[in-house]
């Protein structure tokens, strides 16, 4: 579909057309999990990075990839959809309406950081209609990328995982790229919540804990959430007939406190999300 052909009548909206096309693999229209207050998340298709404990394997290549097993869960995912930021823009504004007092819009992915001129269009969007923004992200982008969205972001949820370098594998987020993106968040004065999940093996870890907690320190992060791990990751992987990871037990309750300790300052507030890393 070539969106530059419709006309819409609104100058803010045929603007949305001329952007390159929003790929997403899913919209999930009232989650609670995803920013403040109730949101209307759209999953943009495609990430650079494959983190072994990613729970969207089937978000991460360029195109959806199709599910060739049956869907065990409750909510399959549709695949394989884009169009015009205008065109997405006009499918989710009667929910954005309705949760203009309270919530609004998320971008999530896959990673929404690399389609940079579709989220910016939809974005701004949002913006001309006063909805609020999210955007959920890895941060592992160059700074370029993250000042071009920042005057359109309301509040940026940057996840925030450093591994061991013994487990270390090509393609998780680079912390000192993260932290440096971080950093000049903050300074900035955007509003940032770093999330960190906390994962058996990789995250969860006392060396992994200090890493991050100096990593926070230094940037001056205020606002941390973290996420625990799920072990039903499953799901995605067999139905796409890949190899499911496997990770050791988790303790939930001594993981989240041990997190907890280490993290909490008296200038920053350290809760928990009941969210999974995407
Ligand atoms: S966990 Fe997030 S950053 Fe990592 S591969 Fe999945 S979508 Fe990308």
Redesign the pocket.
């Known amino acids: 579909m070539d969106g530059r052909l419709l006309t819409t009548g609104e100058p803010h909206l045929e603007a949305g057309e001329s952007a390159p096309l929003v790929r997403y693999f899913d919209i999930r229209w009232d989650s609670v999990l995803d920013g403040p207050g109730v949101r209307c998340v759209v999953h943009l298709q495609g990430?650079?990075?494959?983190?072994p404990?990613?729970?969207?394997?089937h978000?991460?290549p360029h195109d959806s990839p199709p599910l060739v097993l049956p869907f065990e869960g409750p909510n399959p995912p549709f695949l394989g959809r884009s169009e015009s930021p205008a065109a997405l823009f006009r499918r989710l504004s009667p929910q954005l309406e309705l949760l203009r007092r309270i919530g609004g819009l998320t971008l999530s992915?896959?990673?929404p950081l690399d389609q940079v001129e579709a989220s910016e269009a939809l974005l701004r969007l949002c913006r001309v209609r006063q909805h609020h923004t999210t955007i959920e992200t890895?941060a592992?982008s160059s700074w370029d990328t993250i000042e071009r969205l920042a005057p359109w972001v309301d509040v940026w949820l940057v996840?925030l995982r450093v591994v061991p370098t013994t487990v270390r594998e090509e393609?998780?987020?680079e912390p000192s790229t993260v932290r440096r993106n971080i950093g000049g968040l903050v300074r900035s004065g955007a509003n940032v919540v770093v999330r960190i999940p906390l994962i058996p093996g990789y995250t969860d870890n006392p060396t992994s804990l200090e890493l991050a907690r100096r990593i926070l320190d230094d940037e001056g992060v205020t606002r941390v959430e973290l996420l625990p791990f799920n072990s039903a990751i499953g799901v995605y992987y067999r139905a796409m007939a890949r190899p499911e990871p496997h990770f050791a037990p988790w303790d939930e309750l001594s993981s989240l406190e041990r997190a907890h300790r280490i993290l909490k300052t008296s200038a920053r507030a350290v809760t928990y999300a009941t969210v999974h890393?995407?």
Not at 47 to 51: I, P
């Open positions: 990430c650079h990075l494959a983190c404990w990613c729970h969207s394997p978000g991460q992915g896959g990673e890895s592992d996840g393609r998780v987020p890393p995407h």
